[in-house]
């Protein structure tokens, strides 16, 4: 359950328990939360209206859904999250408090940012101009030295053809690569989104490409044709 962790409260609003997952992500340890309320852990909503939907579901003692918030990771790039809660109340109808669950959502986040920012400055484009500017895009979005818009033909195609690609690190470039032994390749076995956070050229040893740019991480970029 990477990514994942159950958290509960009391009637304070204070937490009471933080499973042991939630130190697999950046931020405070799970024996920090014990004892504070949110507002003592300084969590940043996502706009003041977010927060405001939180504070009125609690205090109506109402369930809540996807309240969104962020905070940095180690390398100082913004991570995001959802949390989700229920309230619990005793046999006699009092109010114990909350219990739920928090997941990190920032691939899901800065995918929809991405389409966000593409939509934008695409309008009106077509053909090599479109792919150039959408990998720009993504690349500007991402903070990312290596960005590609690739295509795979026919079912059994044994290699992509690279259509745009963005690309600061001075590597050789490519029109096309053969997909075995690739991220993309693990992508279309499972038929979604793929994310290796560090270490990915340990994971694909036989991808030259990755090698060649020394690339330390993937992030998701699956876009099915239709």
């Known amino acids: 359950l990477g990514?994942?962790?159950?958290?509960?409260?009391?009637?304070?609003?204070?937490?009471?328990?933080?499973?042991?997952?939630?130190?697999?992500?950046?931020?405070?340890?799970?024996?920090?939360?014990?004892?504070?309320?949110?507002?003592?852990?300084?969590?940043?909503y996502d706009g003041g209206e977010t927060?405001?939907?939180l504070q009125h579901a609690v205090a109506d003692?109402?369930?809540?859904?996807?309240m969104r918030f962020r905070r940095p990771g180690p390398d100082g790039a913004m991570r995001y999250?959802?949390?989700?809660?229920?309230?619990?109340f005793d046999a006699a109808g009092a109010f114990q408090g909350y219990r739920g669950i928090g997941k990190e959502i920032t691939e899901r986040v800065l995918v929809d940012e991405a389409y966000?920012?593409?939509?934008?400055?695409?309008?009106?484009?077509?053909?090599?101009?479109?792919?150039?500017?959408?990998?720009?895009?993504?690349?500007?979005?991402?903070?990312?030295?290596?960005?590609?818009i690739g295509e795979v033909g026919e079912p059994g195609n044994a290699r992509i053809e690279i259509l745009a690609a963005h690309d600061k690190t001075q590597a050789p470039a490519e029109t096309t690569y053969a997909l075995a032994g690739t991220p993309c390749a693990q992508v279309i076995a499972t038929g979604g989104s793929v994310t290796h956070r560090r270490d990915v050229r340990k994971t694909f040893p036989d991808d030259a490409r990755l090698a060649r740019r020394r690339v330390p991480a993937r992030l998701p970029g699956h876009v099915p044709a239709v």
Do not use: C
Request: charged share 20%.
């Open 3 to 44: 990514g994942l962790w159950f958290w509960e409260q009391d009637a304070n609003l204070r937490f009471t328990y933080i499973s042991k997952s939630i130190e697999r992500l950046p931020g405070p340890s799970a024996a920090s939360h014990i004892g504070k309320t949110r507002e003592d852990l300084g969590v940043q």
């Open 51 to 53: 927060w405001a939907v």
């Open 61 to 66: 003692r109402q369930p809540f859904a996807d």
């Open 81 to 88: 999250f959802s949390t989700s809660g229920e309230p619990v």
């Open 116 to 148: 966000k920012l593409m939509n934008e400055r695409l309008v009106g484009l077509a053909g090599d101009i479109f792919f150039a500017e959408a990998i720009a895009a993504v690349a500007e979005l991402l903070g990312a030295d290596y960005a590609y």
